[in-house]
Nanobody, 129 residues
Framework: QLQLVESGGGLAQPGGSLRLSCAAS????????IGWFRQAPGKEREGVSC????????NYADSVKGRFTISRDNAKNTVTLQMNSLKPEDTAVYYC??????????????????????WGKGTLVTVSS
């Protein structure tokens, strides 16, 4: 059974760091674009970052560029999101997601949740002093 499990959320102070991890089971991530999305209370779910299956090309929302770094480890079937210089507006539930279908070409991955087919249950990140 396909499953995505996020971990690493919690409370951080403004300016602090957190590292989120997503472990996949039941299928191999290698051929799929993978992304991190977040949803704050009262707001729509938004794409934060993604990494392509081919070439490891990364894509970031403007709001997190220069602060967040996504990486994937195909051997471990995991994807991580290193979040630095956290801000209160980064507070949200963070979801790991996998694209609906595999990608065999070197292309920029999508930050649209419409393009994702598999989701984890999310991990809460709270940035507050």
């Amino acid at each position: 059974q396909l499953q995505l499990v996020e971990s690493g959320g919690g409370l951080a102070q403004p300016g602090g760091s957190l590292r989120l991890s997503c472990a996949a089971s039941g299928f191999t991530l290698e051929s799929y674009n993978i992304g991190w999305f977040r949803q704050a209370p009262g707001k729509e779910r938004e794409g934060v970052s993604c990494v392509s299956s081919r070439g490891g090309i990364t894509n970031y929302a403007d709001s997190v560029k220069g602060r967040f770094t996504i990486s994937r480890d195909n051997a471990k079937n995991t994807v991580t999101l290193q979040m630095n210089s956290l801000k209160p507006e980064d507070t949200a539930v963070y979801y790991c997601a996998v694209a609906k279908s595999p990608s065999y070409f070197i292309t920029l991955c999508s930050l649209s949740y419409h393009d994702m087919g598999y989701w984890g249950k999310g991990t809460l990140v709270t940035v507050s002093s």
